[in-house]
């Protein structure tokens, strides 16, 4: 039985962390802070350098619905771990 709630409680926690990682990921390609090339295989990205200048400006290949589908990313997987914590 402990075995059990071992391996139950890893498998929710490993979960997890893996979609926060996977969602932290797909936030930042969203808002542009990640670009990946189509001719490169996928797990070849950069992270374009912006001018000081810029840094305040909002991306402009970002829209405001964007935007948004981004933050509820964000917020849907923080309240999945809070949830289960």
Request: no cysteine; glycine share 2%; proline share 6%.
């Amino acid at each position: 039985m402990a075995l059990q709630i071992a391996g139950q409680w890893l498998w929710m926690w490993l979960a997890a962390l893996i979609s926060l990682l996977l969602y932290s990921l797909l936030f930042l390609f969203i808002q542009g802070y990640i670009t990946v090339e189509p001719k490169d295989p996928w797990w070849k990205f950069t992270i374009p350098k912006r001018e000081q200048s810029k840094i305040d400006e909002p991306r402009p290949q970002v829209d405001d619905r964007q935007r948004h589908l981004s933050h509820a990313m964000i917020a849907y997987v923080e309240l999945y771990v809070s949830h289960f914590s």
